[in-house]
């Protein structure tokens, strides 16, 4: 893939609850020429919007139609209840469906949770987001139960919430419209997901090449290095093989005072005739 085929930028939608922002760091110090678009969606509009095309992929709630787009589960978050601060149920670290049975449990028309049977007593009205529910939770009207992230985004003062371990769950994941062949920039985007390092196999394909002229410079300093490496042993190699000429000549030089020494003594081991 070449550098004229990259995208300029990568739209990622993500819906209320999910915090993209962790990865979206990291897609900036791997990817710092590509910009990243974030894309808010309501949980009910995000399937659509990624198969319309509105976005390249999405931080989503399952399920979606996976005939119509990929998904690549994340995590699955903990169901809590949304009661006021002075609620009985405050007193325990965790709450049951049968605790709540006397309860008007509030089920908002955006509600994430795949319900067999509604726990507690209905509402009269359903609230039409979940915001207008945590509201009625405020006045006192019911409770409400919700993803965890959902408590937190609609965090205030005089309400709190406890785990609901026998509620279903809601389960996040990252997906995209379905395809032959996954883009490049998605690929890389499920790698930062899924912690793949900088130099995975997979996901690299959208990194812009070096420019030439850095190239250029590199080679160029490369090539100075190598010639100062060259210059610098072939100093060494002319001063090691002077020395060698040296010591050969010393070694092969004979004392001149052991060979008179010996000749002389030669002649005085000599007998003189007679």
């Known amino acids: ?73 994340l995590y699955t978050e903990t169901t809590v209840v949304v009661i006021p601060k002075d609620h009985v149920a405050t007193a325990a670290e965790e709450v049951s469906l049968a605790e709540l049975s006397d309860e008007i449990v509030l089920h ?20 039409a987001t979940t915001a207008d529910a945590i509201e009625l939770v405020a006045a006192g009207v019911g409770v409400l139960l919700v993803p965890q992230s959902l408590a937190r985004l ?18 996040v994941a990252l997906s995209w419209p379905e395809a032959e062949v996954t883009p490049d920039l998605v690929e890389e985007f499920i790698g930062i997901v899924r912690g793949r390092t900088v130099n995975s196999t997979r996901g690299r394909a959208a990194t812009p090449p070096r420019p030439a002229k850095d190239n250029a410079k590199d080679k160029a300093k490369d090539k100075a290095k190598d010639k100062a490496k060259d210059n610098k042993a072939k100093r060494a190699g002319a001063g090691g093989g002077a020395g ?12 001149q005072s052991g060979g008179r020494t010996g000749g002389q003594g030669g002649k005085r081991g000599k007998p003189r005739g007679r």
């Open 1 to 73: 893939m070449t550098g004229s085929n990259i995208p300029s930028s990568f739209r990622l939608a993500y819906v209320p609850g999910v915090t993209p922002t962790k990865w979206v760091r990291v897609w900036h110090e791997r990817l710092p020429h590509t910009s990243l678009e974030l894309v808010q969606a309501t949980a009910a509009e995000a399937p659509e919007l990624l198969a319309d095309g509105g976005a390249d992929a999405g931080l989503v709630r399952l399920p979606v139609d996976r005939d119509v787009l990929s998904a690549i589960p």
């Open 108 to 127: 908002p028309l955006d509600d994430l949770l795949a319900w067999e049977t509604l726990p507690g007593r209905p509402a009269v009205e359903r609230p």
């Open 244 to 255: 060698g000429t040296r010591n050969r000549s010393a070694a092969g030089r004979k004392p």
């Open 154 to 171: 609609h965090h205030r003062k005089d309400l709190t919430y406890r785990p609901v371990p026998e509620a279903p769950e809601s389960r």
